[in-house]
């Protein structure tokens, strides 16, 4: 199954609904909007707005450069990322708690 696939089969069955078609979606259940890209290449992160959630798909040899790629880019918007290994998949970095300074 293709990795695209993957991503909109996982984000179904945790109950979201999953709009549009190509490799970069957008999953909605209740309040809470996801916008998913899936990753076969990690050379462009998604710009966007604060206060909107990201979950990056990736297969496992993807996962760490994308993660550090996250970190030291520090982008304004919470990320996740589900790694797919075959027919299955791991949350490998969950969002942080809230941000707190002194």
Known sequence: ?????????IF???GYTVEGNG???RAERAWKVVHVNTVLETETLPSSSSGEFHCFVAQAGDADDLEER???????YEWAI?????D???V???PPGPRVTA
Do not use: K
Not at 1 to 9: G, N, P, W
Not at 70 to 76: C, E, G, K, R, V
Not at 82 to 86: F, H, L, M
């Open 70 to 76: 996250l970190t030291s880019s520090d982008p304004n």
């Open 1 to 9: 199954m293709r990795l695209v696939e993957q991503a909109r089969s």
């Open 23 to 25: 490799p970069a979606f």
């Open 12 to 14: 179904a069955e945790l």
């Open 88 to 90: 299955d998949y791991q």
């Open 82 to 86: 589900i790694v797919v290994d075959g």
């Open 92 to 94: 490998e970095r969950a």
